[in-house]
């Protein structure tokens, strides 16, 4: 294990779970527009619902019927639940159960740090076959990134300074920037995506590392 960090910590949902493809197949049957187009809404509708803290199926049914409002539509019953229902079945990318297994054999502890509720992200786990050392989330924390407070919480959790942790992650606006104020070493997965930022706001962040796929993770820090 390198001297240098204790715990890996990964961003969940477009890091570790294509979650651009989840909300494509939520939306697009509803909603007739080019992918580039709902992921630049879903960010914008998303953020906007995560400024202050309620449960996070009820933030992706807020988005659901702000596609509906947007577009002056009137939803079906139960309709409204589109994104929160076919989270779970959101896949993971198709190399994370080895870069996981490989920072595992190397001795890394690894986290997740989310903004997700408890039981929707043991679903999304249960299906990347690998366990994990922790599981932090914006249910406990009572704060979605960007805001620091569930950042805080990991270090608290994770019993670790910030100069120990190396935080992976899509996403600039809700992890990289933030997680560099603290202090911590970043690393972006750039992945290819619909549009530049994928399903985030556009922001700026300078990550100490660029990766455009999971497995590279080992090749930095192993």
Not at 17 to 25: F, P
Not at 74 to 86: F, M, T, V
Not at 163 to 174: D, K, N, P, T
Request: aromatic fraction near 12%; charge should be negative.
């Amino acid at each position: 294990m390198s001297a240098n960090f204790e715990w890996v910590t990964f961003d969940c949902y477009g890091t570790l779970i294509d979650w651009e493809t989840g909300i494509l197949k939520a939306l697009k049957p509803i909603f007739a527009l080019e992918d580039a187009e709902i992921l630049k809404l879903y960010a914008r509708f998303e953020s906007e619902a995560e400024r202050t803290w309620k449960p996070y199926r009820e933030i992706l049914k807020e988005v659901a019927l702000k596609f509906f409002d947007h577009f002056g539509l009137k939803p079906d019953p139960g309709q409204e639940n589109i994104l929160w229902q076919s989270l779970p079945s959101w896949p993971p990318f198709p190399e994370v159960k080895e870069a996981l297994a490989g920072l595992k054999k190397a001795g890394f502890k690894f986290a997740i740090i989310s903004n997700i509720d408890n039981d929707l992200l043991a679903k999304s786990v249960a299906q990347m076959g690998v366990s994990f050392d922790a599981l932090i989330t914006a249910e406990e924390a009572r704060c979605y990134k960007p805001g620091q407070a569930i950042f805080e919480l990991a270090e608290t959790r994770l019993s670790v300074s910030p100069e120990r942790i190396f935080h992976v992650a899509q996403s600039l606006f809700h992890d990289i920037a933030p997680a560099k104020e603290r202090g911590w070493t970043t690393c972006w997965v750039k992945r290819p995506s619909r549009d530049p930022f994928g399903a985030t706001p556009p922001a700026e962040a300078r990550p100490d590392f660029v990766i455009s796929e999971l497995r590279e993770v080992i090749k930095i820090i192993g």
